[in-house]
């Protein structure tokens, strides 16, 4: 199995910062990852494919990047909107794997 | 536009058997390149992927569940059915289904509200 490894597992940030969590695979995935926010009590909400492709309706300040075992899912000025649990997940080969989580806090 | 509805029991007992069904709509399971997935979620943990099954009745499971999960899928009902046997407390957890993207590309663009399941004697 693929292990995924998300770092950190939290952390506190203020409206208008650039936010960066980073996702690691235990081997190399290509471009195969994708990327999700989850707020308290819903469902996941898809984000990104491909590493870096921005799903439609996704505001323009989400970006990721990466190829291989090293991704990251940058936040270029967080929103009070954007304050939830990020998690990665490689679909490069099954079992399908997610990272533990990313929360982002208000600081 | 896809949706993804979860129904099941909300609760069971240690050692009975769970079935879940996924309701859709705005897509069909025998559409070529479509998949449905099962993921759950314990409380306060991360996402675990169970189960797909793809438009041509292909399966895949998690290695470590797979003894005890069966997908099917049912087209003319728009639904898609997981079973789990033996359930267990550490199996407590919310349940979703998810729209796969493709059948070769496998992750959840769509996902259902989620089905939360208690195991409890």
């Known amino acids: 199995d693929i292990q995924m490894t998300q770092s950190p597992s939290s952390l506190s940030a203020s409206v208008g910062d650039r936010v960066t969590i980073t996702c690691r695979a235990s081997q190399g995935i290509s471009n195969s990852l994708a990327w999700y926010q989850q707020k308290p009590g819903e469902a996941p909400k898809f984000l990104l494919y491909a590493a870096s492709r921005l799903e439609s309706g996704v505001p323009s300040r989400f970006s990721g990047s990466g190829s291989g075992t090293d991704f990251t899912l940058t936040i270029s000025s967080l929103q009070p909107e954007d304050f939830a649990t990020y998690y990665c997940?490689?679909?490069?080969?099954?079992?399908?794997?997610f990272g533990g989580g990313t929360k982002v806090e208000i600081k | 536009q896809i949706t993804l509805k979860e129904s099941g029991p909300t609760l069971v007992k240690p050692t009975q058997t769970l079935t879940l069904t996924c309701t859709f709509s705005g897509f069909s399971v025998s559409t070529n390149g479509v998949a449905v997935g099962w993921i759950r979620q314990p409380p306060g943990k991360a996402l675990e992927w169970l189960a797909l099954i793809y438009w041509n009745d292909d399966k895949r499971y998690s290695p470590s569940l797979k003894s005890r999960l069966t997908i099917t899928k049912d087209t003319s009902k728009n639904q898609v059915v997981l079973i789990m046997t033996n359930m267990d407390p550490v199996d407590t957890a919310t349940y979703y289904c998810?729209?796969?993207?493709?059948?070769?590309?496998?992750?959840?663009?769509?996902w259902g509200q989620g089905t939360l399941v208690t195991v409890s004697s």
């Open positions: 998810a729209h796969g993207y493709s059948d070769y590309d496998s992750f959840f663009d769509f």
């Open positions: 997940q490689q679909y490069y080969s099954v079992p399908l794997t």
